[in-house]
């Protein structure tokens, strides 16, 4: 483990600003990002044994509290996400809820006070699907070779992305990815992800219950509409019969942008020069 040797904190709060480690023969300034603090324990409070590099750099899991409420964060495949477990239940967070979860795993370890994971699990269950249980769906579908499971959601023929919160978005306009604008002679952080296509629906989504592995789950609203905007996709030209839109949009999907038929390997059909489109 890195030799802190140097603390520097905030004069009014208190509260660590940053830190010098010394790491691999020579000091290193590290700001107090809550990754950092996790990783290197300054203050030397935090109740981990072998410390906190196997969890952060993707390998260890964490068991906060074994009941009431039973709480675990695991990291995942994907930087800074990770598997939380409350109770029971299981989800996977977003990178956007990195801080979140590694403040949360903070709490818990100093001061037994679990609320801000479960109130981040809570969030993420009311603004997105569950993932695992989604994901096994994906074997129900005919054409789920059309199909890609990514870290934002589900890619429909290499171009339409239905992301966890059940939005519908082309793969050029990622709302995860972060878009600057200009004001004034500085940048600043906009949103400008608009989605694709809206759908809405014309009558109450009725519930719906699946059997997996013998166990038994009721779909939510947002999961309902999050497979509902799959199936859409899948079947697209048929839904929205507007054969030129179609035609323009499919040019950067995996599939003939004359027919909307997906395109095998061995096909030779020629391709338009996308160099001068853009979405």
């Avoid at 059997?211 to 609203?221: D, K, P, V």
């Avoid at 507007?242 to 995996?254: E, G, I, L, N, V």
């Avoid at 003939?256 to 997906?262: A, H, S, V, Y």
Wanted: negative net charge.
């Amino acid at each position: 483990m890195s030799d802190v040797i140097d603390i520097s904190r905030d004069r009014d709060t208190g509260e660590i600003t940053q830190f010098t480690v010394f790491e691999n023969g020579q000091p290193e300034l590290k700001n107090a990002s809550a990754e950092n603090l996790l990783l290197y324990d300054p203050e030397e409070v935090l109740p981990f044994d072998n410390g906190m590099a196997g969890f952060i750099q993707g390998s260890d899991a964490l068991i906060l509290s074994e009941s009431d409420p039973e709480i675990m964060v695991a990291p995942t495949s994907d930087e800074y996400c990770y598997i939380l477990r409350v109770d029971g239940n299981t989800i996977e967070t977003t990178a956007d809820y990195a801080e979140t979860i590694l403040v949360g795993i903070k709490e818990a370890a100093l001061n037994q006070n679990y609320s801000p994971l479960q109130q981040a699990y809570d969030n993420i269950i009311a603004e997105q699907v569950r993932r695992d249980l989604i994901n096994v769906l994906h074997k129900t579908f005919d054409d789920q070779d059309r199909i890609d499971i990514t870290s934002s959601g589900w890619l429909i023929d290499d171009f339409y992305l239905v992301d966890w919160n059940a939005s519908m978005y082309a793969k050029t306009d990622n709302p995860d990815e972060v878009d600057v604008i200009r004001r004034g002679s500085g940048v600043v952080e906009a949103d400008r992800s608009y989605e694709f296509v809206e759908l809405r629906m014309n009558r109450d989504i009725e519930p719906v219950k699946v059997s997996i592995n013998g166990n038994i789950y009721r779909l939510s609203e947002r999961e309902m509409l999050f497979l509902s905007k799959v199936n859409w996709l899948l079947d697209r030209r048929h839904y929205h019969p507007d054969q030129p839109f179609w035609k323009f949009a499919d040019k950067r999907a995996s599939v003939d942008w004359k027919t909307g038929e997906p395109i095998e390997e061995d096909d030779d059909t020629d391709q338009p020069d996308m160099d001068s489109f853009s979405l």
